[in-house]
Protein backbone atom coordinates (compact mmCIF):
# COMPACT_ATOMS: atom_id res chain seq x y z
CA UNK A 1 0.00 0.00 0.00
CA UNK A 2 1.45 3.58 -1.23
CA UNK A 3 1.14 5.85 1.51
CA UNK A 4 -1.18 7.61 -0.86
CA UNK A 5 -3.62 5.30 -0.99
CA UNK A 6 -2.93 5.05 2.74
CA UNK A 7 -3.77 8.57 3.52
CA UNK A 8 -6.91 8.42 1.28
CA UNK A 9 -8.22 5.35 3.04
CA UNK A 10 -7.89 6.95 6.27
CA UNK A 11 -12.05 8.00 6.65
CA UNK A 12 -10.94 9.84 10.27
CA UNK A 13 -8.36 12.08 8.22
CA UNK A 14 -10.46 12.64 5.52
CA UNK A 15 -13.58 13.35 7.50
CA UNK A 16 -11.77 16.10 9.99
CA UNK A 17 -10.18 17.24 6.29
CA UNK A 18 -13.99 17.96 5.01
CA UNK A 19 -15.72 19.23 7.96
CA UNK A 20 -12.81 22.25 7.88
CA UNK A 21 -13.25 22.72 3.96
CA UNK A 22 -16.99 23.00 5.27
CA UNK A 23 -16.26 25.29 7.68
CA UNK A 24 -14.04 27.38 5.58
CA UNK A 25 -16.49 27.16 3.29
CA UNK A 26 -19.01 28.24 4.79
CA UNK A 27 -17.06 31.58 6.64
CA UNK A 28 -16.85 32.53 2.87
CA UNK A 29 -20.41 31.91 1.83
CA UNK A 30 -21.74 33.92 5.01
CA UNK A 31 -19.06 36.38 4.10
CA UNK A 32 -20.64 37.16 0.84
CA UNK A 33 -23.88 37.36 1.94
CA UNK A 34 -23.10 39.90 4.24
CA UNK A 35 -21.24 42.16 2.68
CA UNK A 36 -21.17 41.32 -1.26
CA UNK A 37 -18.22 40.56 -1.80
CA UNK A 38 -16.16 37.59 -2.91
CA UNK A 39 -12.97 37.22 -1.15
CA UNK A 40 -11.14 33.80 -1.41
CA UNK A 41 -8.67 34.74 1.88
CA UNK A 42 -11.50 33.55 3.79
CA UNK A 43 -10.88 30.18 2.91
CA UNK A 44 -7.63 30.07 4.78
CA UNK A 45 -8.42 32.69 7.60
CA UNK A 46 -9.07 31.81 10.94
CA UNK A 47 -11.46 33.27 13.15
CA UNK A 48 -14.78 33.81 12.26
CA UNK A 49 -18.39 31.65 11.90
CA UNK A 50 -18.36 28.72 12.19
CA UNK A 51 -14.69 27.76 13.91
CA UNK A 52 -13.10 25.37 11.40
CA UNK A 53 -10.88 24.49 14.24
CA UNK A 54 -14.07 22.88 16.05
CA UNK A 55 -15.31 21.35 12.91
CA UNK A 56 -11.84 19.61 12.62
CA UNK A 57 -11.37 18.57 16.17
CA UNK A 58 -14.95 17.43 16.91
CA UNK A 59 -14.83 15.63 13.50
CA UNK A 60 -11.73 14.00 14.23
CA UNK A 61 -12.59 12.67 17.89
CA UNK A 62 -16.54 11.46 16.40
CA UNK A 63 -14.17 9.54 14.04
CA UNK A 64 -11.95 8.05 16.43
CA UNK A 65 -14.75 7.03 18.63
CA UNK A 66 -16.72 5.33 15.63
CA UNK A 67 -13.49 3.38 14.43
CA UNK A 68 -11.63 2.54 17.70
CA UNK A 69 -14.45 2.60 20.04
CA UNK A 70 -16.07 5.58 22.37
CA UNK A 71 -14.08 3.62 25.34
CA UNK A 72 -10.71 3.25 23.89
CA UNK A 73 -8.04 5.19 24.94
CA UNK A 74 -7.50 6.90 21.70
CA UNK A 75 -10.95 7.97 21.93
CA UNK A 76 -10.23 9.98 25.38
CA UNK A 77 -7.02 11.75 24.16
CA UNK A 78 -9.02 13.16 20.66
CA UNK A 79 -11.67 14.50 22.60
CA UNK A 80 -9.43 16.08 25.13
CA UNK A 81 -7.27 17.55 22.27
CA UNK A 82 -10.86 18.81 20.94
CA UNK A 83 -11.73 20.32 24.31
CA UNK A 84 -8.56 22.37 24.26
CA UNK A 85 -8.57 23.44 21.00
CA UNK A 86 -12.15 24.30 21.41
CA UNK A 87 -10.94 26.59 24.67
CA UNK A 88 -7.96 28.12 23.16
CA UNK A 89 -10.73 28.97 20.29
CA UNK A 90 -12.95 30.89 22.77
CA UNK A 91 -10.38 31.95 25.08
CA UNK A 92 -6.84 32.50 24.55
CA UNK A 93 -7.35 33.11 20.76
CA UNK A 94 -10.70 35.87 21.03
CA UNK A 95 -8.61 37.39 23.99
CA UNK A 96 -5.24 38.04 21.45
CA UNK A 97 -8.03 39.19 18.75
CA UNK A 98 -9.60 41.94 21.32
CA UNK A 99 -5.94 42.96 22.10
CA UNK A 100 -4.66 43.69 18.86
CA UNK A 101 -7.93 45.63 18.23
CA UNK A 102 -6.91 48.02 21.04
CA UNK A 103 -3.69 48.29 20.13
CA UNK A 104 -4.58 48.62 16.11
CA UNK A 105 -7.05 51.99 17.73
CA UNK A 106 -3.51 52.77 19.80
CA UNK A 107 -1.12 52.54 16.54
CA UNK A 108 -4.15 54.78 14.60
CA UNK A 109 -4.21 57.37 17.00
CA UNK A 110 -0.14 57.52 17.58
CA UNK A 111 0.30 57.24 13.19
CA UNK A 112 -1.78 60.51 13.06
CA UNK A 113 1.06 62.52 15.20
CA UNK A 114 4.19 60.62 14.64
CA UNK A 115 3.80 59.81 10.87
CA UNK A 116 7.23 58.05 11.02
CA UNK A 117 5.75 55.04 12.47
CA UNK A 118 4.47 51.88 10.67
CA UNK A 119 0.78 51.93 10.07
CA UNK A 120 0.57 47.74 9.72
CA UNK A 121 -2.19 46.43 10.88
CA UNK A 122 -2.48 43.38 13.67
CA UNK A 123 -4.84 40.94 12.67
CA UNK A 124 -7.99 41.16 14.58
CA UNK A 125 -9.93 37.99 13.44
CA UNK A 126 -7.86 35.22 15.44
CA UNK A 127 -10.55 33.56 18.09
CA UNK A 128 -14.22 33.25 18.32
CA UNK A 129 -17.12 33.67 20.38
CA UNK A 130 -18.09 30.74 22.38
CA UNK A 131 -21.40 29.85 19.15
CA UNK A 132 -18.86 30.21 16.53
CA UNK A 133 -16.79 27.09 18.51
CA UNK A 134 -20.33 25.72 19.13
CA UNK A 135 -21.09 26.21 15.26
CA UNK A 136 -17.99 24.77 14.08
CA UNK A 137 -18.42 21.19 16.57
CA UNK A 138 -21.91 21.06 15.00
CA UNK A 139 -19.93 20.89 11.86
CA UNK A 140 -17.77 18.85 13.24
CA UNK A 141 -20.04 16.08 14.75
CA UNK A 142 -22.92 16.31 11.54
CA UNK A 143 -19.31 15.42 9.06
CA UNK A 144 -18.14 12.40 11.78
CA UNK A 145 -21.88 11.04 11.91
CA UNK A 146 -21.92 10.95 8.59
CA UNK A 147 -18.79 9.50 7.58
Known amino acids: MSVLSGIL ?3 ILISA ?4 LIAQTLKLI ?8 FDVAFLFSSGGFPSSHSATVSAL ?4 G ?3 GWSS ?4 IAAIFGMIVMYDA ?3 RRAAGKQAEVINQLVEGLY ?3 THLSQERLKELIGHTPFEVFAGAIVGIIVGVLM
Open 9 to 11: DNY
Open 30 to 37: INFSIHRT
Open 73 to 76: PIFA
Open 66 to 68: KYY
Open 17 to 20: MIAW
Open 112 to 114: QQM
Open 61 to 64: AIGV
Open 90 to 92: AGV
